[in-house]
């Protein structure tokens, strides 16, 4: 059969035995410390990935141009309709 227990696990659960568990207890801890590293290499990563690629600004160069005063009420009425009327529904 493809799914045949081995000696280290039980026959009836699939669970492992004591002396399983036992032969693998000297190797947890360092089983940890290299999954710490592992994360933490994985981690930094994309850290400095995130960081690296968020500071630069393609569009501060770009000048603003000014805006008049009545362009500006004209918006602001115009926002604060949307708002209205967003916030009825």
Do not use: C
């Not at 004591?18 to 000297?26: D, E, F, I, S, T």
């Not at 710490?36 to 960081?51: A, F, Q």
């Not at 000048?63 to 708002?83: N, S």
């Amino acid at each position: 059969m493809v799914l045949d227990p081995s000696r280290y696990q039980d026959r009836r659960t699939w669970k492992m035995t004591p002396a399983m568990l036992r032969a693998r207890q000297p190797f947890f801890k360092m089983n940890m410390v290299g999954l710490g590293v592992l994360l933490g290499v994985t981690g930094g990563v994309y850290y400095y990935t995130y960081n690296f690629l968020h500071k630069d600004n393609d569009f501060e160069d770009v000048p603003i141009p000014p805006i008049d005063e009545k362009e500006l009420q004209k918006l602001k009425k115009e926002y604060e309709m949307h708002k209205a009327n967003r916030d009825k529904q």
